[in-house]
């Protein structure tokens, strides 16, 4: 088991990556489960996989599960449902010493999350990511949120766990396509600030992703290992570090509003292909050479992630993908700022952008997609 420290100030908490966690959920939670019941946060796939697991490793140490049980997918980060899960836990009578677990992935994550910290203005709870995406990317950090009709995750706080367990056996059961998108995730640690880890998933990327136990610890450990540097130095976002954690969501987020957020396109899918984006934005701007963004392109292509617009065959203009940007979070006096690169691991934050320019960029590539 790898055991990864996320050093926020006055609140410091474990990552621990390995095989067979869930089974040992009480060991691991020594100290935090102070009640015979047990509150957990699911959704109905994560449950039927996995539910029976995690009620014999409760049961067995005297704890009695107590279950919401949501629907799988986007349509749960809402106000409806962030409402219905705070009067549940209201009613399983939590107190602000108690532990909610989450268990699922991003959406479950972000849901309960975000009810810990409003709940009696601040409960604790524990991550238990079951995605490749929420293991390495949104179980750790503390950011939380709800969607609204505006946009994606505009609605939400900064909400530390006290606990994250990436349990790697439940990645086994994950399809592909979902592991794909948590994929998506670990390479852009490397074309963040590490072109070294880039490299690696170059040589790596398909063995992991086919089963590979010990590129799957590798992998999810390096990746969170990277985020907790940058977590534990911007927490709040606020020096524009933890800004460089969004490579590729600028745009990605367009082309899921674009697609309705939904199953058409995966949030790791549109990660991955605005990372693409970006870096042939780059391109364009002579940041980076060509062939550094079209390299970038040819490993998601390799691996079966989307990587070209024509994959998506979207029937609007740059213009309108700008204006899906425009409720992006970055968002600063009117002004959007965009993660560029210099480089395959020369992610930067740039506040000089033209939005015309760049609905120009994506009415070309819109262009050729439709060749």
């Not at 629907?71 to 602000?96: C, F, H, I, M, Y």
């Not at 590979?212 to 020096?239: G, M, P």
Request: glycine content about 10%; charged content about 25%.
């Amino acid at each position: 088991m790898a055991v990864i420290p996320v050093d926020i100030a006055g609140r410091p908490y474990e990552v621990r990556v390995g095989a067979g966690l869930l089974a040992d959920i009480v060991p691991h939670c020594r100290g935090r489960l102070r009640k015979r019941d047990v509150p957990i946060v699911t959704d109905t796939n994560v449950y039927e996989a996995w539910g029976g697991v995690v009620e014999a490793s409760l049961r067995e140490h005297g704890h009695e599960p107590r279950w919401r049980i949501l629907s799988p997918g986007e349509a749960s980060k809402s106000w409806d449902e962030l409402a219905a899960t705070v009067n549940w836990l209201l009613a399983q009578e939590v107190e602000r010493g108690d532990h909610i677990i989450a268990l699922g992935g991003g959406v479950i994550g972000d849901l309960t999350g975000f009810c810990a910290s409003v709940l009696k203005r601040g409960c604790k709870f524990v991550q238990i990511p079951t995605t490749l995406l929420a293991q390495v990317d949104s179980s750790v950090g503390g950011k939380t949120a709800i969607n609204t009709p505006a946009g994606k995750n505009l609605v939400g706080a900064f909400h530390q766990p006290s606990l994250v367990l990436a349990d790697l056996s439940v990645l086994e059961t994950l399809p592909e396509r979902e592991l794909l998108a948590g994929y998506a995730e670990v390479v852009k640690y490397g074309l963040i600030s590490d072109a070294d880890f880039f490299a690696w998933c170059e040589m790596h990327g398909r063995q992991m992703i086919g089963g590979d136990s010990h590129l799957r610890e590798y992998a999810v450990a390096h990746s969170v290992a990277a985020k907790a540097r940058i977590v534990a130095e911007d927490e709040f976002e606020t020096t524009g570090q933890r800004a460089l954690l969004n490579l590729g969501h600028t745009f990605g987020h367009a082309l899921e509003a674009e697609t309705g957020f939904s199953r058409r396109l995966l949030h790791g899918e549109a990660v991955a292909l605005g990372m693409v984006l970006a870096a042939k934005y780059s391109a364009r701007c002579e940041l980076m050479p060509l062939v550094s963004a079209e390299r970038i392109a040819q490993h998601f292509r390799g691996v079966n992630l989307p990587a070209d617009l024509s994959s998506l065959k979207l029937d609007c203009t740059g213009d309108v993908l700008v204006r899906h940007m425009m409720h992006d979070k970055k968002m600063d006096a009117g002004s959007l700022p965009f993660l560029l690169m210099r480089g395959i691991g020369k992610t930067f934050l740039a506040r000089d952008v033209s939005l015309d320019d760049v609905a120009s960029f994506l009415d070309g590539e819109l262009a050729a997609s439709s060749d």
